[in-house]
């Protein structure tokens, strides 16, 4: 499941970043893969909408998006929260 | 252009809606007093939003204690706090346009990011939510940018040139130099212009969440701990005419619009250059016949995101050099928001506010310093020391720079 959210995160940045997916890495930073300021705001509203999820705001202290792990980890969390949250709904 | 005098430039009325309240002595009291007006968003749709917090007009703001029952249904909520604005505005400046037919010789020019919003957030949903089958019939002239402009011009029967500026957060700046300039090379004797927003609509909001520059708390400019900017909405609306016509009548002189600046970044689509902010600073400094060490204070635009205030504080570094260390800067944005194509008017009066009662404004929210902040920003507390000539500074999205340099009247 993990393995398979990371492939999707990597594709994902693969496509915005125009660079084939073995070219991301998760130690690579935006920047690294050309992922510039307002690129970056829209790859994360890809991932947003791609697995129905909202990050925290960016300016906040909570978030970290510099490299890519950092966005697998954010996409991890916000999916367990998500997980939680319809639980306690039910 | 040689040998052609320029004329210089009054402010001889204004007027404010704003966050801090009707009138522009309710907005300027506000400010000298230090108070904030961010508050928890109040919003039909304030619940399913992430934006938590916004600087708004207040709900006792009626537009019909101020304009006619015929012209209302006209106006979409930009146009009513433009209409209502510039009736102070015009009310203080003591100006008849009829004499003389100055009407047929003043410019109105008022500055806005968007335009109706509202109008056309109400309509979308309309259309698109509730398949209604047809629109409002007054949608186009409640929603047409130059809604505002036009509405003043027809009230005071203003034939002079008359539009609307849009460059996005520089909008009122870029109006008002556009009004400055037609009244300095003749084309008008005066002129009414600002700028007027009305952004908090639903459709609005979750454009501004995906930008992820909103702070979910307060705005916070200069303060290590910001967390980014905080919507505002208003207007701001001021006569200028020129300096002889004004003296040659006895007005009263609110201040002297003396220089501006404007220059485009040429870079990125939204982080902001250091370079093309100095330049206006520069070129403002330049237009008005000042030297750095003539200014005390800076209106900053301090929006309180992490990019803009330390490219702000590294400009004002390159325009004034060693003067910058003696500057008093501050963001009022910190108490009335960033009311984008309205912030440079509401900026204005501040300003004029500094000159006439020789008080500076404060940064409010100013808890943590930045040392990559490095200004003196008169943290929370307002300051009183002599204002002789200040700056005002509005930067855009889309890199676009207008800076407005001010003069206490003669």
């Not at chain 2, 943590?368 to 307002?382: E, G, M, S």
């Amino acid at each position: 499941m993990n393995d398979t959210t990371q492939q999707q995160v990597f594709e994902i940045i693969a496509k915005q970043a125009k660079t084939d997916v073995a070219n991301v890495k998760p130690e690579s930073t935006l920047k690294d893969l050309g992922v510039a300021s307002l690129e970056a705001i829209e790859l994360i509203f890809d991932i947003e909408e791609h697995f129905n999820i909202n990050f925290p705001d960016q300016q906040g202290a909570n978030f970290d998006s510099d490299t890519v792990q950092n966005l697998v980890d954010a996409v991890q969390k916000a999916l367990a929260d998500k997980v939680a949250a319809d639980a306690g709904s039910n | 252009m040689q040998g052609l005098p320029l004329r210089r430039v009054a402010i001889t009325g204004m007027g404010a809606i704003s966050p801090l309240g009707v009138g522009a002595e309710a907005l300027w009291q506000g400010l000298r007093e230090g108070r904030s007006a961010i508050g928890p968003l109040r919003h039909p749709d304030a619940e399913r939003l992430r934006v938590k917090v916004a600087a708004q007009v207040p709900d006792s703001f009626d537009p019909a204690t101020n304009i006619d029952e015929r012209t209302l249904p006209m106006l979409d909520r930009t146009s009513e706090f433009a209409l209502h604005a510039a009736r102070e505005a015009v009310a203080q400046s003591g100006l008849d346009f009829r004499q003389d037919q100055l009407g047929l010789r003043t410019a109105v020019i008022v500055g806005t990011g968007v335009g109706g919003e509202t109008t056309q957030d109400e309509q979308s949903r309309r259309l698109y939510g509730e398949n209604a089958a047809r629109a409002h019939p007054l949608t186009i002239v409640r929603l047409m940018t130059n809604a505002s402009a036009s509405q003043i011009s027809i009230a005071w029967g203003l034939r002079g040139p008359t539009f609307a500026v849009a460059s996005a957060c520089a909008s009122a700046n870029h109006a008002i130099i556009q009004a400055a300039q037609m009244i300095r090379w003749g084309l008008a004797d005066a002129a009414i212009t600002g700028g007027t927003e009305a952004c908090l609509t639903y459709g609005a909001l979750r454009a501004w969440e995906a930008m992820r520059v909103l702070a979910d708390d307060t705005c916070r400019p200069f303060s290590v701990n910001r967390r980014g900017l905080v919507l505002g909405e208003g207007a701001g609306i001021f006569v200028l005419e020129s300096m002889e016509h004004a003296q040659a009548r006895g007005a009263t002189i609110l201040a002297e619009l003396a220089g501006s600046g404007m220059t485009a970044d040429a870079t990125d689509i939204v982080m902001p250059s250091a370079d093309g902010a100095a330049a206006a600073m520069r070129q403002a400094l330049d237009d008005a016949g000042l030297a750095p060490q003539d200014v005390d204070y800076v209106n900053a635009h301090g929006t309180g995101t992490q990019a803009n205030d330390v490219t702000e504080t590294r400009a004002i570094r390159l325009a004034f050099g060693a003067h910058a260390e003696r500057l008093a800067v501050s963001s009022t944005k910190s108490m009335h928001g960033h009311a984008l194509g309205a912030s440079g008017a509401l900026e204005l009066v501040a300003v004029i506010g500094a000159l006439r009662d020789s008080v500076v404004p404060p940064t409010a929210n100013l808890d943590q310093v930045d040392p990559a902040c490095d200004l003196d920003y008169v943290p929370n507390v307002a300051r009183p020391m002599p204002v002789r000539a200040a700056l005002s500074n509005s930067f855009a999205f889309g890199g676009l720079n207008a800076v407005l340099a001010l003069r206490r009247a003669p």
